[in-house]
T-cell receptor, first 114, second 111 residues
Framework: DAGVIQSPRHEVTEMGQEVTLRCKPI?????LFWYRQTMMRGLELLIYFNNNVPIDDSGMPEDRFSAKMPNASFSTLKIQPSEPRDSAVYFCASKSWQGMDTQYFGPGTRLTVL | EDQVTQSPEALRLQEGESSSLNCSYT??????LFWYRQDPGKGPEFLFT???AGEEKEKERLKATLTKKESFLHITAPKPEDSATYLC????????????FGQGTTLQVKP
C-alpha cells in the first residue's frame, strides 16, 4: 500500500501568492483530514471530509483557507492570499469507517511564506 | 472544553533506562485514545489505540495503558532508535473521527 501521498513536500512562496497543497488518501478510505502543525500550537485539525463531503471546517483559520475533495482519491487545501503566519507543516490523514478508527498520516508539506 | 496534556515536554534517557510518558485528558465520553510516534520531517506514525480503562497494548519496548483520566506510554530498556516525539490524541464523542492532539513529548535516548 502506498500510504497517504502529499505534494509538494516543500513549498516556498511570497506573501500574497496562492498556495495549493494536494493529498491522495489511502485507497478505500472514505474519511480525509487536513491538519496544520506548528511549534506554538502543535497539531491542529483544519477540516475533514466524509465520503467527499466537508463535515467540519471549524478549524479553518480564515476565509483565506479553502479545501475541496472532488473525488474519493484527491483533495486540495488552498490558501489565497498567503501570509507569513501561514508558515507551518500541513498534514493530510485518511481513515476507513469500516472497523478501526485509526487515522494514517501523510509525510506532510512544509510551507514557508516569505 | 476537551483537552489533552502531555508531560514531560522533553525527556532524555540513557540507553536501557526505562521511563514513562504521561497523557492526561478531559473529554466528555472518551471514544478512543491514540498514541503516535513522529520522527523529524515525517508524519505521525500510528502506534496504539486504547478504548477503555484498564486496557493495555504492547509493541516491542513500548506499552500503553489507559485509566479514566490518563494514559501512560511505558518505554522499557529504550534504544537510541526510540528517539522521537510521541503524540497522544483523543477522539471526541460522536461518530466523526475527530482527534484532539496533545503537544507531544520529545524523547532522546543516548547510547
Amino acid at each position: 500500500d502506498a500510504g497517504v501521498i502529499q505534494s509538494p513536500r516543500h513549498e516556498v512562496t511570497e506573501m500574497g501568492q496562492e498556495v495549493t497543497l494536494r493529498c491522495k488518501p489511502i485507497s478505500g478510505h472514505n474519511s480525509l483530514f487536513w491538519y496544520r502543525q506548528t511549534m506554538m500550537r502543535g497539531l491542529e485539525l483544519l477540516i475533514y471530509f466524509n465520503n467527499n463531503v466537508p463535515i467540519d471546517d471549524s478549524g479553518m483559520p480564515e476565509d483565506r483557507f479553502s479545501a475541496k475533495m472532488p473525488n474519493a482519491s484527491f483533495s486540495t487545501l488552498k490558501i489565497q492570499p498567503s501570509e507569513p503566519r501561514d508558515s507551518a507543516v500541513y498534514f493530510c490523514a485518511s481513515k476507513s469507517w469500516q472497523g478501526m478508527d485509526t487515522q494514517y498520516f501523510g509525510p506532510g508539506t512544509r510551507l514557508t511564506v516569505l | 472544553e476537551d483537552q489533552v496534556t502531555q508531560s514531560p515536554e522533553a525527556l532524555r534517557l540513557q540507553e536501557g533506562e526505562s521511563s514513562s510518558l504521561n497523557c492526561s485528558y478531559t473529554v466528555s465520553g472518551l471514544r478512543g485514545l491514540f498514541w503516535y510516534r513522529q520522527d523529524p520531517g515525517k508524519g505521525p506514525e500510528f502506534l496504539f489505540t486504547l478504548y477503555s480503562a484498564g486496557e493495555e497494548k504492547e509493541k516491542e519496548r513500548l506499552k500503553a495503558t489507559l485509566t479514566k483520566k490518563e494514559s501512560f506510554l511505558h518505554i522499557t530498556a529504550p534504544k537510541p532508535e526510540d528517539s522521537a516525539t510521541y503524540l497522544c490524541a483523543v477522539q471526541v464523542p460522536g461518530n466523526t473521527g475527530k482527534l484532539i492532539f496533545g503537544q507531544g513529548t520529545t524523547l532522546q535516548v543516548k547510547p
